[in-house]
Each structure stands twice: as structure tokens, then as C-alpha cells.
């Protein structure tokens, strides 16, 4: 692939991040920390890869090495993921460590060669834990070849469609797709429920907007003779219009923590859709109560003018 001008890396494996979902998933037993009896072998995506793959995705090599041709399944040998590291081996090096996939005591233990950078294979919001088997032990059904390029990627195809064919005829070449189609593919439910909170959300800020402004403006109705009384024995426009909208303000501001306490409680439910992002983040909250007050503020404004333009002497008459 590399003769391809414009291919900076080419590998292949047999899975296809974001979205995997468990194709390629298997169980496996650590021999120095084994499960309790009883309890289920924990497990995580296992994909088969060769050395190029990682290059290609541009996932680094943080310890150890990565497959050589030497790695033909006589003695099988795995490299996991940063987040698997750090999670079955805390605080040390998982290098040398042993393991018995798939059940098989019988098979040969697999040995921890290489720790390389996460790949999410249970979609965005998945977990990191992954472990890689060489692509020589047992030759998956179905491989992806990934090529990492430096032109625009459809530009290539045709070459790389002719690549193939010069090494198996009966290859295909279908499914073609950048990583960035598929990580926009992988996001499209949680995008459109995301749309539909945005938009229930916008609904129910105008609704705010006009509750409050509604009330204010029977509230400006009603005390139009105490306001007219208070603008006689001398109190200023700016007075009056500060009045209006502190009173609107602090009904706001009542709302606002109410709203902050259920959404303190609601939290869990947001998460599934929630990509990198934690529900209570205290500057995510505090923005979307800022945003509610000003728009708040901003229909507090007209009927607070509107009280402040107020003729003492024709609300007294009128009244």
C-alpha cells in the first residue's frame, strides 16, 4: 500500500471502531488474579490486528513492542489497551502478564506484550478496555484494511481497488468509509435526541419568557395606583423599573434553583446520551442558569418601563 502515492500507513484487523458491539468480544482469566468461583471472567473487546493497524489509526505505542512475524499462536501473545492496564494492573506494568482466553485451560497461556493508546469499539461513550491478538494466530473470517492517507481518501479508492486486485481477484473492496463518516454514523441517535432536549428546551425557555412577562404585566396592572401613589411622593423611573424587575428577578431566581436541584437529580438519565461530557458540570449548569435569567431579565424589561412611564396623576384618577 505504501507504493500508493498519497498511503502513509495500511493495516488491517478484524474490527471496525467505533461501533463493534461485542463482534469480537471474548472472555479471559488472569493467571496471577483469577476470578472468584462463581463469578463471571471479566471480558472486552479482542480484535485481531497486525502491527501496521495501530499506525494507521494513529494510536501510540506506549510500552513494550507491537506483533512481529514471529507471533504465529505457538506462544499467543496479546497487546491491550492503555485504560486495560489500568485497570487490571493499577499502578504497574502489565508486561509479562499472562491470561487464559476463551475458557481454553488446555490452550497456551496469552502473554501481555505491548500497551498501546485506546480505541473505543462499544461506541463513543463505551468503555476503553481493549486487548489485541496478531492477525497470523488465526487469520479472522472477515478483515478491514485502514488506510491512513494524505490525499482526500475517495481520490484513492480506485487505486487501492486495484492494489487488491493484483494480490487476490476475489477480494472485495466495499464499504468504503473515512473514520470520520463513521464517528458522524456512530453519533446520529444520540445527535437526534440531543435535537429533541434542544428543542423541548427552547420550548420551554419562551414559555418562561412569557410567564414571566405575563406577570409582571398583570402585576404592573394591578399596583398601577401604588405605583402612581410612590412616582407622586417622588420615587424616580429608575426606582420603579428596579422594583419591577427585582420582583421578577427573584421569581426567577426561585425557578432557576428549583430547576438546578431536578436537574442535580435527573442526571443519570442524560447520560446515555452524553458523549465526554459530565451532567453536572458546574459550568455547564451555571451558563444555563445565566442564559434562563437573562432571558428572564429581558421579559422583565418592557412591562418594568412600562410601570415606569406611568402618570401619577391618571393612575390616581383612573383608580
Keep these: ?91 504497574e506494568s502489565p508486561l509479562g502478564k499472562a491470561m487464559i482466553r476463551g475458557g481454553c485451560t488446555e490452550c497456551p497461556p496469552t502473554v501481555v506484550v505491548g500497551v498501546v493508546g485506546d480505541v473505543r469499539y462499544s461506541g463513543v ?51 468504503v468509509a473515512t473514520m470520520e463518516q463513521r464517528l458522524h454514523a456512530s453519533v446520529a441517535q444520540p445527535r437526534q435526541w440531543a435535537a429533541l432536549l434542544g428543542g423541548f428546551a427552547a420550548a420551554a ?35 420603579i423599573t428596579r422594583m419591577v424587575v427585582g420582583s421578577g428577578l427573584a421569581h426567577a431566581l426561585a425557578g432557576a434553583l428549583l430547576g438546578l436541584a431536578a436537574a442535580l437529580a435527573g442526571t443519570r438519565a442524560l447520560t446515555a446520551v452524553l458523549f465526554d461530557v459530565n451532567p453536572g458540570d458546574p459550568a455547564t449548569l451555571a451558563l444555563a442558569t445565566a442564559a434562563l435569567l437573562l432571558v428572564a431579565l429581558a421579559a422583565c424589561w418592557i412591562p418594568a418601563r412600562r410601570a415606569a412611564r406611568i402618570v401619577p396623576l391618571e393612575a390616581i384618577r383612573h383608580e
Aim: cysteine-free; aromatic content about 8%.
Design 205 to 239: 425557555l419562551g414559555l418562561a419568557a412569557v410567564g414571566v412577562f405575563g406577570m409582571l404585566s398583570y402585576m404592573v396592572g394591578t399596583r398601577r395606583r401604588e405605583i402612581g401613589v410612590r412616582m407622586a411622593l417622588g420615587a424616580e423611573q429608575r426606582s
Design 125 to 175: 461513550a463505551g468503555p476503553l478496555d481493549a486487548l489485541y491478538s496478531p492477525v497470523a494466530e488465526g487469520w479472522p473470517r472477515a478483515l478491514y484494511l485502514y488506510v491512513r492517507t494524505a490525499a482526500t481518501p475517495g481520490d484513492l479508492v480506485p487505486a487501492l481497488r486495484d492494489a487488491l486486485a493484483s494480490v487476490d481477484a476475489s477480494v472485495p473492496l466495499d464499504d
Design 1 to 91: 500500500m505504501r507504493a500508493i502515492p498519497g498511503v502513509r500507513d495500511a493495516g488491517l484487523a478484524s474490527s471496525m471502531p467505533p461501533d463493534d458491539f461485542g463482534s469480537s468480544n471474548d472472555n479471559f482469566d488472569l493467571v496471577d488474579r483469577p476470578a472468584a468461583p462463581g463469578a463471571p471472567e471479566p471480558n472486552g473487546p479482542w480484535p485481531a490486528a497486525d502491527a501496521d493497524y495501530f499506525a494507521a489509526l494513529g494510536v501510540p505505542l506506549l510500552e513494550g513492542r507491537l506483533f512481529t512475524p514471529a507471533d504465529t499462536g505457538a506462544s499467543p501473545v496479546a497487546v491491550v489497551s492503555r485504560s486495560w492496564a489500568r485497570r487490571y494492573y493499577p499502578g
